[in-house]
């Protein structure tokens, strides 16, 4: 019965182009078994069986490719596995911005499977219909519009890695506002009230790593009260988000152009947690 309890099953669907096949590689590398577009009627007895041996974890690809796939059905199979397995079962959608999808079949001249002979908006716009509804029923959503491979990768590893980390798992993130607040952040701050470097043409072109523009807006008088009561806030936080089950907490952090004021602060709350003892990470969405 232990084994069984163990066993994890995660269906990975999502927008073609959003990632779903990187999605699929990172599951093989972390030790997963990974299979893709098995016909629905067949992924039911095939999960349900290895479930039932345990001892394995699976991860399994589902898209407007696979054969008798419908959302209805789709949903219908993973509240059944949910009810009827001893399995921890995840429904995860990629989503992305269709410009972006758009942009990535344009640059690798590949043919979208809705559109085979129209345009590559025409599928995109078409698999949007088949999907509606689909993703506020997911357990896990990463929207891939702004996030580079290895960033997926991380997000991946932190969800579904299958060593042992401290039950809650945190993500520190600076980004830039002009290009908006990262859809998966809990907690979003907001850094445009510190001096801004990009006014001091001897810092313009420096980043938050670096420790004149550090010590630059060090100097504004608000900066040391904030970060106190900010790290105080998630020193209270963290162990309530920890007792109330959650596994995992995106911390934003924002400024105009996510290059000096967010990537300091988030430089040194992450360094806070990480002292701490939780696992954590730290990503510089808009850095480069």
Known sequence: MEQVEQTRIALITGYSGAGKS???????????EVADNIPLSLLSPLVMEISREGGMNIAVGVDTRTLGFSVEKLLELTNRLKFETHSQVDLVFLECDSGVLK???????RKHPLASDRPVADGIKAERGLFKGLRSEADICIDTTLLSLPEL????????????????????????????IPREADLVFDMRFLKNPYYNEDLREKTGQDSDVVEYIRTDEAFSAFVTKLKDLLDLLMPRYLSEGKSYLTIAIGCTGGRHRSVCVSEII???????????????????
């Open 270 to 288: 992450h360094d806070h947690i990480k002292k701490s003892g939780y696992f954590t990470q730290l990503l510089h969405r808009d850095l480069n």
């Open 153 to 180: 990768r991380h997000q991946l590893i932190q969800r579904f890695s299958l060593d042992e980390n401290p039950a809650l798992t945190t993500t520190v993130m600076s980004f830039s506002f002009k290009k908006g």
């Open 22 to 32: 990187t999605a699929l590689k990172q599951f093989e590398d972390l030790g997963w």
């Open 103 to 109: 942009r990535r079949f344009t640059e690798t001249r």
